[in-house]
Nanobody, 125 residues
Framework: QVQLVESGGGLVQAGDSLRLSCAAS????????TGWFRQAPGKEREFVTA????????YYADSVKGRFTISRDNAKNTVYLQMNSLKPEDTAVYYC??????????????????WGQGTQVTVSS
């Protein structure tokens, strides 16, 4: 099983950028699809973006399309989330997750079986 640790969260103003990192330990990280989810206070965890094990397939939620970019460096066992043009509604705890995924399951949190502890992103207006 892979262990995940997120970093890079913080407090920024609307319009600013942040880059989150998800560092993985354990074997065969390059075999795992990886996703980012977020959860705002009082709301359910929601899908943000995901990337296949090879990096060849990427999914984005409509709410972040054109502003967020997911990428991965399998040599460094790390997945990144570049967030640009941040909005107050992006405020949430962001979680990295990994699993053996097929196309129909990337958006489903229950398909992932390894989760990080989360990193807080706060966007002020």
């Amino acid at each position: 099983q892979v262990q995940l640790v997120e970093s890079g969260g913080g407090l920024v103003q609307a319009g600013d950028s942040l880059r989150l990192s998800c560092a993985a330990s354990g074997r065969t990280f390059s075999s795992y699809g990886t996703g980012w989810f977020r959860q705002a206070p009082g709301k359910e965890r929601e899908f943000v973006t995901a990337i296949s094990a090879s990096g060849g397939t990427i999914y984005y939620a409509d709410s972040v399309k054109g502003r967020f970019t997911i990428s991965r460096d399998n040599a460094k066992n790390t997945v990144y989330l570049q967030m640009n043009s941040l909005k107050p509604e992006d405020t949430a705890v962001y979680y990295c997750a990994a699993g053996f995924l097929v196309s129909s399951t990337y958006l489903m949190p229950q398909a992932y079986y390894s989760w990080g502890q989360g990193t807080q992103v706060t966007v002020s207006s």
